[in-house]
């Protein structure tokens, strides 16, 4: 596999009108996965190997604006998190163990934060099971 861009992480107002609006520009676009998480609704739409993520926040946007991070996969998640330490960036989010995946954010220097997610599986139903 390639390192590729695979998603984007954006908060909206209201996530019902922009998956309308993505499902009419691309009819093919699935629901992959939704919940709610401290208190606000998520949702990711897309295709097996790319999406967008939504996010309804009751606290509206962050300081960044609608985008809350920009997800890229990549053959090897250990091989990014040293490079990015050795320059001296800073980890963002800490996310949870999955047996599938293995993710890890990191800010720039102007404060964005980035994903970089490794796969296990080349099965979608394990690399996107939202459940563990």
Same mark, same amino acid.
């Given at each position: 596999?390639?390192?590729? $861009?695979? #998603?984007?992480?954006?908060? %909206?107002? =209201?996530?019902? @009108?922009? /998956?309308?609006? *993505?499902?009419? &520009?691309?009819?093919?676009?699935?629901?992959?996965?939704?919940?709610?998480?401290?208190?606000?609704?998520?949702?990711?739409?897309?295709?097996?190997?790319?999406?967008?993520?939504?996010?309804?926040?009751?606290?509206?946007?962050?300081?960044?604006?609608? $985008?809350? #991070?920009?997800?890229?996969? %990549?053959? =090897?998640?250990? @091989?990014? /998190?040293?490079? *990015?330490?050795? &320059?001296?960036?800073?980890?963002?989010?800490?996310?949870?163990?999955?047996?599938?995946?293995?993710?890890?954010?990191?800010?720039?220097?102007?404060?964005?934060?980035?994903?970089?997610?490794?796969?296990?599986?080349?099965?979608?139903?394990?690399?996107?099971?939202?459940?563990?």
């Amino acid at each position: 596999m390639a390192n590729r $861009l695979e #998603h984007a992480n954006l908060t %909206v107002p =209201d996530i019902d @009108a922009t /998956v309308r609006f *993505l499902r009419t &520009a691309f009819p093919e676009f699935i629901v992959r996965g939704e919940g709610i998480q401290n208190g606000d609704r998520w949702l990711h739409v897309g295709s097996d190997d790319s999406y967008i993520a939504l996010n309804e926040s009751s606290e509206g946007y962050s300081e960044n604006g609608p $985008l809350n #991070h920009l997800g890229f996969a %990549v053959d =090897d998640v250990s @091989a990014v /998190v040293s490079r *990015l330490l050795e &320059a001296g960036y800073r980890e963002g989010f800490i996310a949870p163990e999955h047996p599938h995946r293995r993710r890890k954010y990191f800010f720039d220097a102007d404060g964005i934060e980035w994903e970089f997610v490794e796969y296990a599986s080349g099965d979608p139903a394990q690399r996107n099971d939202y459940s563990l």
